[in-house]
């Protein structure tokens, strides 16, 4: 059984900097394929990255200020998130998929099997 746990959020202040984690478990981690996406509230969730195979995918609005990496040896992917914005307050999601549909692309949350069950980031004004 896959299981999924982000950690990392919490509180910070515009500018500032957060990481998160996602740590996967039940399949082998180094031939997923995994994706962060996020939901504010009253808005529906929203790409935010991805990694497939070797190639990293970001939003528009992750682009220069987000970085996605993983770590095979500890079945981990992670967010680093620098000049945070309010807008970027959402809960964050971490998800995976081992096989790759064909039609999806990896920034539809249909792309995915398996979700996490989020963490929350919070940036103030």
């Known amino acids: 059984q896959v299981q999924l746990v982000e950690s990392g959020g919490g509180l910070v202040q515009a500018g500032g900097s957060l990481r998160l984690s996602c740590a996967a478990s039940?399949?082998?981690?180094?031939?997923?394929?995994m994706g962060w996406f996020r939901q504010a509230p009253g808005k529906e969730r929203e790409f935010v990255a991805a990694?497939?195979?070797?190639?990293?995918y970001l939003a528009d609005s992750a682009k220069g200020r987000f970085t996605m990496s993983r770590d095979n040896a500890k079945n981990t992917v992670y967010l680093q998130m620098n000049s945070l914005k309010p807008e970027d307050t959402a809960v964050y999601y971490c998800?995976?998929?081992?096989?790759?549909?064909?039609?999806?692309?990896?920034?539809?949350?249909?792309?995915?099997?398996?979700w996490g069950q989020g963490t929350q980031v919070t940036v103030s004004s």
């Open positions: 990694i497939i195979w070797s190639h990293t």
């Open positions: 039940g399949r082998t981690f180094s031939s997923s394929f």
């Open positions: 998800a995976a998929a081992w096989v790759r549909r064909s039609g999806v692309d990896q920034s539809d949350a249909n792309f995915y099997d398996y």
